[in-house]
């Protein structure tokens, strides 16, 4: 069995059961994330293994999501706070203070319910560490992680995971793979982001598609493809406390 740690069910062009079917054929199991309050209740009742979160691109939002977050962690007891974090590119509509306010009462509303949280951060690694260790939150991973190591390192001392995604697959490698090279196994998750960063050759991700990203990944780490299978499904029951067996 593999595990996703990051797929946008709602995004995806094939119907939810569709994806849950390709999925489970080929072995994954993943967590559907949900990135903004109408996606929140949409998600529910269509995977077994679920994330709520306010995503940065998603912060002008007319009603109390807070609350209505808070709701849904406290009625799915499996459930992860994500996709939530900093994104500082030029142009958003949000600014880094508004951000940062959004970002860290997720991660406080995470360590109150004893959640794990995945973790957007793009152009913002030391704002998202400055806030890490501010709220205190050691239950988290970045997602499709492409920093350098000495971040890297900055993440790990804190407790963190990282993700690779369908970036791996392609070609020349991204400065991500030295850093997967070099971190700990016990510390090394996988994701598709599907629909988006799709595997070479692609143009749309899937869940479908993690055994692929799994096989080249341990490629270049020189492991066989049945010991990462094993440590990264660990590392994503340890982090999530999910059964994951329960495919989908």
Known sequence: MWV???THLELMSSPPDQI?????SVGVSFIATGTHPDQWRWLEGR???????LHPHHLDQDCDWASVLEDLL???EQSAVGEIGL???????RGKETQVRAFESQLELARSFDRAVIIHAVKSHNEV??????VQCERFVIHAFTGSKEI???YLSLGGYLSAGGLITRKPHPRALS???SIPKSRLLLETDAPDLPIAGERQGSPAHLPMIGRALARDLELSESVLQRLSTQNAQRLFGCDFARLG
């Open 179 to 181: 850093v997967f090279q």
């Open 74 to 76: 406290s009625r799915h």
């Open 47 to 53: 995977a077994p293994h679920l994330a709520f979160g």
């Open 4 to 6: 996703d740690i990051n």
């Open 152 to 154: 890297a390192e900055a």
């Open 20 to 24: 849950l079917e390709d999925a489970r």
């Open 87 to 93: 994104d500082f590119r030029p142009g958003l509509m």
């Open 129 to 134: 560490i400055t806030s890490l260790k501010r």
